[in-house]
């Protein structure tokens, strides 16, 4: 039996037309959700009469964040086309295995992406281009124009739970990119996953500043708080000092966010954190990887629980979460499974392993993806029998609760004892003149691999590499302990935080 996809923004035009939908920092402008279903059928007529734009047609977004980026993805929900949100911060040869792989009919743009668009443009048989920003550039066709000129198309098409929504490229981080297929089931469910953990409801106004080309920014909590009727708030980019100001604003009134560690990192390294109140805020998460210890215990001191998420891109993303309640008592874990999906840890021989043991996290349910856009070979890989490998080495302990301990693929072997690098972080941030730190795996004639330790210091700190080893030495195991300290300016990363440790082996010589 088909499910048809409800749609969400005409449910809150007419219910609660007059609530404030989204607020675009950036650009200063303001929608009610009255304003917002119209401008959303005026933009859903513009992609079918100018473009030609119908069901499973893609749509590719290429700019910073902006409200803009929410208003097409309404608008495909509402014709049943798929939006393909583009990470603009990849090369233009990256971007151009993207447009390559999913052959948008559309491109819409911010006047930023100007040059990039019009050559992706140019590449791929003069697609057409929509763009917003000040200033003309090109054939492509103004945004606000276009919705002026356009009539609201209404009703929506007949979507199914089971179409596609979004194709969402991975970061890059090796190989080419693969779009993670997300349906619109696939954004329910994950609305239904995170309830009950953090308080969702219709009055919630919710900060962005993660990319709305990520799943973080896109999922958590933006298309939940859609769901409920709530408020959006865009930034076009994060910045530790402005989020501190707005997150201070009883007027704007921030009541959920996330950010991936480095975000929380930087904003308590603010010389204005250390007088900060929050007095409006009810939930604050944090994903994207294992958080240090050091950095949860900062905010806890100003009372603010950061609440662990775990998920990834192909599970939209919520898997496992740490409630409010439990943020402050089970440091470290990533929390517990979600209601709607199915968790089990796995050796190499995809067994389940006993608990307590590490192995690789596979999960199954509605909120995971199909696979991944034309790319039959990686899906099979990914996917056994329903299960995702998620790739992430975990535990659990028996309250049930779950521990990230590393990325799989992140974990050395020296001299036959496993190292999960994040351990090993977790150490390293304790020692105070260290602002960030990375441990990757290099080859070692003897021990087959060994940490080392890719140090950034904090201003005008000093620190010896013998001080480091010696405080590793106190408190791991000796095959956990790095054998070498390298001492760089900034550590490499992806557009959402992540750290690169890719980049870091290939400095290995």
Not at 242 to 250: C, D, G, I, K, Y
């Amino acid at each position: 039996m088909s499910v048809r996809v409800s749609d969400w923004v005409a449910h809150h035009a007419r219910n609660r037309g007059n609530q404030l939908a989204l607020v675009d920092l950036g650009t200063g402008c303001r929608f009610t959700w009255a304003q917002v279903w119209e401008r959303t059928r005026r933009l859903a007529a513009v992609l079918t009469d100018e473009f030609g734009v119908g069901r499973g047609d893609r749509v590719a977004v290429l700019a910073h964040n902006t409200t803009n980026c929410l208003e097409v993805q309404f608008a495909c929900a509402a014709l049943g086309a798929i939006m393909v949100p583009a990470n603009w911060r990849l090369t233009l040869r990256e971007l151009d295995y993207i447009w390559s792989d999913c052959k948008p009919s559309v491109i819409v743009h911010g006047s930023e992406m100007d040059d990039v668009a019009a050559e992706l443009s140019i590449r791929h048989g003069s697609s057409p281009r929509l763009r917003w920003g000040e200033a003309d550039h090109g054939p492509a066709l103004s945004y606000e124009e276009a919705l002026a000129g356009a009539s609201p198309l209404s009703p929506s098409q007949h979507v199914e739970h089971d179409e596609v929504l979004l194709v969402m490229y991975t970061s890059g981080t090796s190989g080419n990119p693969k779009g993670a297929m997300l349906t619109h089931e696939m954004v329910f469910w994950n609305v239904v996953n995170q309830l009950e953990f953090f308080g969702l409801r219709p009055g919630m106004v919710n900060l962005i500043f993660l990319p709305l080309f990520h799943i973080a920014g896109l999922n958590l909590f933006a298309n939940p708080a859609v769901h409920f009727g709530g408020c959006n708030v865009v930034m076009p980019a994060f910045d530790a000092s402005e989020v501190l100001s707005v997150l201070q604003s009883r007027e704007i009134g921030i009541t959920h966010l996330v950010g991936v560690p480095a975000n929380y990192l930087m904003m308590s390294q603010e010389p204005g954190f250390v007088d900060a109140t929050f007095p409006t805020l009810e939930c604050v998460s944090v994903g994207g990887s294992p958080t240090p210890t050091s950095i949860i215990d900062t905010w806890l001191q100003k009372g603010v629980a950061l609440q662990q998420v775990f998920g990834m891109t192909e599970t939209s993303p919520t898997v496992m979460a740490l409630a409010c309640a439990d943020a402050a008592t089970r440091i470290g874990s990533a929390g517990q499974q979600a209601l709607h999906n199915d968790v089990r840890i796995v050796g190499e021989d995809g067994e389940n392993v006993a608990p307590g043991e590490t192995g690789e996290l596979w999960v199954r349910g509605p909120n995971v993806t199909p696979g991944y856009w034309n790319n039959p070979e990686a899906t099979s890989t990914a996917i056994t029998d329903a299960w995702l490998h998620t790739g992430d080495a975990a535990r659990c302990d028996e309250d049930g609760f779950y521990y990230i301990v590393d990325r799989w693929k992140d974990m050395y072997i020296s001299g036959g004892e496993n190292v999960y690098p994040s351990e090993v972080e977790n150490v390293l941030y304790e020692i105070d003149a260290i602002a960030e730190v990375a441990v990757v795996g290099i080859p070692d004639e003897r021990w087959v691999e060994v940490g080392r330790a890719f140090v950034v210091l904090k201003p005008d700190r000093q620190l010896s590499e013998q001080v480091i080893v010696d405080h590793c030495r106190a408190n791991l195991a000796r095959y956990k302990v790095p054998r070498s300290v390298a001492f760089i300016d900034e550590l490499p990363r992806n557009a959402t935080g992540k750290i690169l440790k890719r980049v870091l082996r290939e400095q290995v010589v």
